[in-house]
């Protein structure tokens, strides 16, 4: 594949003023072709699905599924198992809002490693309600998974691949285990579903969440994929114009998934761009994304372990994705990021990565600084980009 044609696509990296973006698991750049589509709705057929009769309604309403069904079909599930939302956090909440629990269910298990965006709103759920949320620590051990989901089990709640560190758990054996309890499990695939294949219906996941912004889609869409039949049990999320098929004052009929949960005018818009960032990924090739990036975390391995006093989070052997975290040891991180983006427009993110339980298991309750690589970087970029953090390294330890 051909580096500098895919970096041609790429407005914000158009040669002569292009930032070194190592940002991509906090938002991806956008490729022309994105951005065309959404200008395309804007342009020539801004009007709204499901509601009027005219030709500008129609054509809005037939782009809009055109778009479910493409995006159903890039994470192999069906179009109507497909709802748009605003992003992976809203889906998680809508599950964490419309699930019904049987009542022999007491628990929902999650991991230490989730985004704030999976694990408070459950944390806030099993506040309000009489049960218990658990935790797995650590997410390679099947003994601990096994120990914690039971037969009082729930739901399951769990990355694919998270955001700290770009690893993992082994979903099919958790899935396994989650259906032999007869528990429901919940995928966050902020992380994944950008960076590898994903294919909902041969790991027989029940909820997969994810955000088109960070797999070159516009920001304000994502999808909750549900299994069709777990659909038709979730309770209303969020109601209103779009969600029923009769209104009355006494009694309400709602339309069935996924127009259920779409309440209000929809963002067709962002809906349509991510269905373009899907066209995009499949033009490039998801196993190639992942041969690439497994190609840039061996070298990140590589020129890391040249530089003095890094702590680096987590092992290499582990990574899902092009993901590393480390600290410069006594440095704060947000100095590390504000230096290497005056130097060399190098732009990386300090904190705790909205993962602050994470953090502090991983033993940075401070934070640290992530490195996020996607396809559209280069091995000069990750040259620069040590090259510079060895200056960094020796300027801020004096
Ligand atoms: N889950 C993971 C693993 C993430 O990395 C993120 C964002 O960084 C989210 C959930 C939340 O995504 P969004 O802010 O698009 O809802």
Request: neutral net charge; contains cysteine.
């Amino acid at each position: 594949m051909n580096i500098e044609a895919i970096r041609a696509d790429f407005p914000m990296l158009a040669k002569g003023n292009a930032p070194i973006y190592f940002d991509n698991a906090c938002t991806s750049l956008k490729p022309i072709n994105v951005i065309d589509a959404i200008n395309s709705y804007y342009y020539t057929y801004s009007g709204c699905s499901g509601r009027s009769m005219h030709h500008i309604a129609k054509k809005t309403e037939e782009r809009f599924e055109l778009a479910r069904g493409n995006i159903a079909n890039f994470v192999n599930a069906r179009q109507e198992e497909v709802i748009f939302t605003k992003n992976t956090t809203e889906a998680i909440n809508l599950v964490a809002n419309s699930i019904v629990f049987q009542a022999d269910k007491k628990n929902i298990v999650t991991t230490i490693m989730e985004h704030h965006s999976a694990y408070l709103p459950f944390y806030e759920l099993c506040k309000r309600r009489r049960i218990e949320l658990d935790t797995v620590h650590d997410i390679n051990s099947l003994k601990e998974w096994s120990q914690k989901i039971t037969k009082e089990t729930a739901l399951v709640v769990t990355h694919a691949i998270n955001n700290t560190l770009g690893t993992g758990p082994d979903l099919k054996e958790i899935t396994n285990l989650a259906h032999q309890n007869n528990a429901l499990i919940l995928v966050d695939g902020a992380q994944s579903v950008p960076h590898a294949l994903t294919n909902f219906k041969r790991n027989d996941i029940d909820f997969l969440a994810f955000s088109g912004h960070k797999m070159l889609g516009p920001t304000g869409i994502g999808c909750l994929v549900s299994k069709t039949g777990l659909m038709e049990d979730l309770n209303p999320f969020i109601v209103g114009g779009g969600t029923i098929e009769e209104a009355k004052s006494d009694k309400v009929k709602y339309l069935n998934a996924p127009h259920k949960f779409e309440g209000g005018i929809q963002n067709y818009a962002g809906a349509i761009g991510l269905s373009a960032a899907v066209d995009y990924l499949k033009k490039i090739g998801m196993g190639y994304i992942e041969a690439y990036e497994k190609r840039l975390i061996a070298e990140t391995e590589k020129r890391a372990s040249e530089i003095d006093n890094l702590i680096i989070y987590g092992n290499f052997e582990d990574k899902k994705s092009a993901i590393f975290t480390f600290n410069i040891k006594d440095v704060e991180p947000h100095q590390v990021t504000i230096m290497l983006d005056k130097m060399k427009k190098i732009c990386t993110r300090s904190g705790v990565f909205c993962a602050q339980p994470a953090m502090e298991f991983l033993g940075a309750p401070n934070g640290a600084v992530r490195a996020s690589l996607y396809f559209y970087n280069t091995f000069e970029e990750l040259d620069i980009f040590f090259n510079c953090l060895e200056t960094v390294a020796k300027t801020l330890r004096g």
